[in-house]
């Protein structure tokens, strides 16, 4: 089969013009004998549906390279193959039974032409049916039209009549649309199948990426189609950010724009101007809602909440319960639109308004499929909140029955970037692939097989690296070590981040030259540095760029509740734009790195 992949694109173009040529040509043919008269029924209507026709094939042609487009087409093409089964029946009942013939003179030829009945006689044709039939019973209905020397009104009711020729137009445009849409789905799909195996490579047993395509600035071939299953393929608006430098120009630009609806998963909020902006939406009557972890009622967080809820936010907290150790997220859903998924709490640190604060990342996406799937996942986690009364249940028993919140396979294509503002980077609409990584969801179950897949590089810029009795950690480490084994001049660098404290820095020092120096042989400054407090006040990133074309951003620390037992949200990205920018940033933080923790006076 891989001999014929290059006919693929042979085979779409072709099955879809020939569908789009059939479809015009079935709408301005002449009628056929055996069809009602032109003018019975008029041409207007099979022209209508031609065209109507033409359209729906384009929009099927340019679905072709959405990744998710082979489900949707087997779906399309199996729907109008049945209703153009049954759009073949009605047409040819309606013609068999409902289609009569009238007889003409012109010129001294006899011509024939078919006329659509209606579907009752009136009460006249009735009464001189009931009368010719007491003389000859096998009398007919074409013997009586032609005795009522084919009036039509002296037949039918006009109601019936009219009746009788929608059907008929209708099945007609059924016929064509669907027919002609069908055949070039069908095109589409065997064109599809014979690139697909064409693309896959002949020496592996690993099926070939379903993320492939011609128009994507990303190439996967060698990450695991499995991991990838479910994601998102995006071409819209997105910008990558970072804090300390421009977090909360994004933050306000986008909440500030909101019209309609802002919901928040968060895990700590004491951002006085981050307030204020969600104070301005609930007076333009947008809705907010927020579920955080909670906290104290004299904190400034809790009189931040107390407040917005005093003007109408909808405002749940959460504690320990037995599906989440800590509720950690940090992602921001505005009109069922923009989705923010970042490392960065909004808080004076996380979100700065000014120029120091901690170093994050984070990135928006315009998408109402993504949208629509983390509004969801909020309003799952608000339902189980109020659900439990946000209490604290110290348990060590987690609950694992619950129906996990994984990511189902979805696509969405919108317009293309919006201006750059600020210092965020602005991406124009290039091919993405996201996938949502959520903890306890798949977060464990999805990023090992990414990390293993890597052959050129890993960057891991984590706040700390905690590996504990689960092995969670574990298995992530082992994965990047993996690829490493795989792929022997995989680089692979990491910057971590210490407690400012001499003791307890010392101890982070130790313990790091002990689980990655001793067990991985990733050593002080050629693979580990700390982050310098140039940098940022604070390392509360966790971001992975994975060959610079993958990236990982949101919540999680790499420690075994991070990974396994907190709500933690995280984006899975395939975007080169998106990692060429986080690179320029651990780039930047790694030159002035530092081969031990920051100590406060030294």
């Given at each position: 089969?891989?001999d014929y992949?290059?006919?693929g694109?042979i085979v779409i173009?072709?099955g879809?013009?020939m569908?789009t040529v059939?479809?015009l040509a079935?709408?301005f043919k002449r009628?056929a004998r055996?069809?009602?008269s032109e003018?019975?029924?008029?041409l ?5 549906a031609s065209l109507m026709?033409?359209?729906?094939v384009?929009?099927?042609w340019?679905?072709r ?7 949707l087409?087997?779906g399309l093409?199996i729907a109008c193959?049945a ?11 309606l013609v068999g039974?409902?289609t009569y013939?009238?007889?003409t003179?012109k010129e001294n030829?006899?011509v024939?032409?078919?006329v659509?009945g209606?579907f009752?006689l009136?009460v ?6 009931r ?6 019973p096998?009398?007919?209905i074409?013997?009586l ?9 002296k037949?039918?009711?006009r109601l ?5 020729k929608?059907l008929?137009?209708i099945?007609y ?8 849409v069908?055949?070039a789905?069908a095109?589409?799909?065997?064109g ?16 070939s ?5 011609a128009?994507?600035?990303v190439?996967l071939?060698n990450q ?5 299953e479910?994601?998102?393929a ?8 970072a ?5 909360w120009?994004?933050v ?5 724009e909101?019209q309609?609806?802002?919901s ?5 909020f004491?951002a006085?101007?981050?307030?204020e902006?969600l104070l301005q939406?609930?007076g333009r009557?947008?809705?907010?809602s927020?579920?955080?972890s909670r906290?104290?009622a004299?904190?400034p967080e809790g ?5 917005l809820?005093?003007?109408?936010a909808?405002i749940v907290?959460?504690?320990r ?7 950690h ?8 639109k923009?989705?923010?998924v970042?490392s960065?709490?909004l808080?004076?640190t996380?979100?700065?308004d000014q ?5 994050d ?5 315009e998408?109402?499929?993504?949208a629509e799937?983390f509004?969801g996942?909020?309003e799952?986690?608000?339902?189980y ?5 946000g209490a604290?249940r110290?348990?060590?028993?987690v609950d694992?029955?619950y129906?996990r919140y994984i990511?189902i396979p979805r696509?969405e ?6 201006p750059?503002k600020?210092?965020e980077?602005t991406l124009?609409?290039?091919s993405?692939?996201v996938l949502p990584?959520?903890?306890p969801?798949?977060?464990i179950?999805?990023?090992p ?5 890597a052959?050129?590089s890993?960057?891991l ?10 092995n969670?950690?574990?298995?992530l480490l082992d ?7 795989q792929?022997?001049n995989?680089?692979i660098r ?5 407690p400012?404290l001499a003791e307890?820095?010392a101890k982070?020092l ?6 990655l120096g001793r ?6 400054d050629?693979?580990?540095r700390?982050l310098n407090?140039?940098?940022?006040r604070?390392l509360?990133?966790?971001m992975?760029?994975?060959?610079r074309?993958?990236?990982v951003?949101?919540?999680a620390?790499w420690?075994?509740a991070g ?5 933690e949200?995280?984006l899975?990205?395939?975007?080169r ?13 790694w030159?002035?790195?530092?081969k031990?923790p920051a100590?406060?006076?030294?």
């Open positions: 089969m891989d992949g290059v006919l694109p173009h072709a879809s013009l569908a059939g479809a079935f709408g009628r055996w069809e009602p003018e019975d029924i008029s207007g209507p099979q022209r209508v026709s033409a359209v729906a384009a929009v099927v340019s679905t390279r959405f990744p998710t487009s082979s489900g087409l087997i093409s193959a209703l153009t089964f049954f759009a073949l029946i009605a047409y040819g009942l039974v409902q013939y009238r007889e003179v030829v006899v024939r032409q078919n659509i209606g009752s009136n006249e044709a009735k009464e001189a049916l009368r010719a039939r007491e003389q000859n096998s009398l007919t074409q013997e039209f032609k005795g009522a020397a084919y009036d039509v009104d037949m039918w009711h019936s009549r009219s009746l009788a929608q008929f137009v099945s445009i059924m016929l064509v649309s669907c027919g002609t069908a055949l789905s095109a589409i799909l065997v599809l199948s014979m690139e697909l195996h064409s693309a896959t490579p002949p020496t592996t047993k690993q099926a990426s379903p993320l492939l395509s128009e994507s600035n190439d071939t695991p189609a499995q991991a990838w479910g994601a998102f995006i071409t819209a608006p997105h910008v990558a950010y804090s300390p430098d421009n977090t120009t994004v306000r630009e986008r909440l500030g909101a309609e609806s802002i928040i998963g968060m895990y700590d004491n006085p101007y981050v307030a902006i939406a609930l009557k947008v809705r907010v927020l579920v955080i906290s104290s004299d904190s009189r931040i909440l107390d407040d809820r005093k003007h109408g909808d907290e959460i504690g319960t037995s599906r989440f150790d800590t509720y997220p940090k992602v921001i859903v505005i009109d069922r923009w989705t923010l970042q960065a709490n808080t004076l996380g979100t700065p120029e120091t604060g901690n170093r990342t984070g990135v928006a996406i998408s109402k499929d993504l799937y509004s996942l909020l799952e986690d608000k339902k909140a109020r659900e439990t009364n604290d110290r348990t060590d028993e694992r029955t129906a990511p696509f294509a919108l317009k293309a970037g919006f750059g600020g210092n980077t124009t609409a290039s993405m692939r990584l959520l903890v969801d798949n977060y179950s999805v990023l097989a990414v990390l293993a897949a052959r050129e890993i960057d810029e984590l706040q700390y690296i905690r590996p504990g009795g689960t969670r950690v574990k298995e994965s990047v070590k993996q690829a490493q084994r792929n022997p995989l680089r990491i910057i971590v981040t210490a400012p307890v820095a982070e130790e313990r790091y030259k002990e689980i067990l991985y042989d990733w050593h002080l050629s693979h580990v700390f407090p140039r940098s940022g604070n509360t990133n966790r992975i760029i994975i060959d074309k993958v990236s951003v949101g919540s620390n420690t075994e990974v396994s037992r907190n709500r949200v995280c899975l990205v395939a975007a734009d998106v990692a060429e920018y986080f690179t320029k940033i651990f780039q930047a933080d030159n002035v790195g530092l031990a100590i406060d006076g030294e």
